[in-house]
């Protein structure tokens, strides 16, 4: 049965950095593009960051240049490195693929930016 599983979120202020990762259980991860997910309270969810099974990355225009999203197949893991963050970056963040399924939603990983 395939898992996802979110960790590395937390509280920092403005301008911190995060880096959240992506553990993947039940043989999804080197078969399916993925992608990080984040939701606001009160906000859709939205996807912010893809990347191929080869490689190709994919940024939303908010995070385009402050988020780099990464993989390492032989790890069953995804990352995402966040720097600059912004208190609109506030947000439960999940992983999925790309486009994403409903049975793989996890729990996510909270990350708050405040001062």
């Known amino acids: 049965q395939v898992r996802l599983v979110e960790s590395g979120g937390g509280l920092v202020q403005p301008g911190g950095s995060l880096r959240l990762s992506c553990a993947a259980s039940?043989?999804?991860?080197?078969?399916?593009?993925m992608g990080w997910y984040r939701q606001a309270p009160g906000k859709q969810r939205e996807l912010v960051a893809s990347?191929?099974?080869?490689?190709?990355?994919n940024y939303a225009d908010s995070v385009k240049g402050r988020f780099t999203i990464s993989r390492d197949n032989a790890k069953n893991t995804m990352y995402l490195q966040m720097k600059s963050l912004k208190p609109e970056d506030t947000a439960a963040y999940y992983c999925?693929?790309?486009?994403?399924?409903?049975?793989?939603w996890g729990q996510g990983t909270q990350v708050t930016v405040s001062s």
């Open positions: 999925n693929g790309v486009p994403a399924l409903s049975i793989y």
């Open positions: 039940g043989g999804i991860f080197n078969l399916y593009d």
């Open positions: 990347i191929t099974i080869g490689d190709s990355t």
